[in-house]
């Protein structure tokens, strides 16, 4: 690795909840530099989901994050000529990653409804353990555990 690694900056506090984590979130769903847009599809989606959730949306929010964050991955690792998926534990950073992509992801893939009702209804979804994220967490994880004879390779 040539230099030195770029120094961590912190995350974006958005405007309206003044949570990183939010910030975050709008800068996941950003396309293309649109940054209101985006900003406008995530908070219409935490006000739906409060107004159906009966809840503060963060409350909701950060339940859909911790069901959807992932404890274990599975890595390849070259062994002597044999290629292995080795359990690995996933870092705080990358599980926040993986959560949002993950999210985002099964909320676009769903059809004929406006993104912020998708992400609405994933993030509805994922704070009661249900979903396409909760779901791809979900194979992650058996993934890790059936591959658990190979953990001794980890380093």
Known sequence: MRGKQAPKRPAPIDPKYQNPLIGKLINYLMIGGKKTTAQKIVYEAL?????KMKKPAMEIFDEAMKNISPLLEVKAKRVGGANYQVPMQVRAERRVQLAYRWLLTAARSRKGKPMAEKLAFEIMEAAQNQG???????????MAEANRAFAH???
Do not use: C, L, S, T
């Open 47 to 51: 006000d739906a989901v409060e107004v």
């Open 132 to 142: 396409d994220a909760v779901k791809k967490k979900m194979d992650v994880q058996r």
């Open 153 to 155: 390779f980890a380093k």
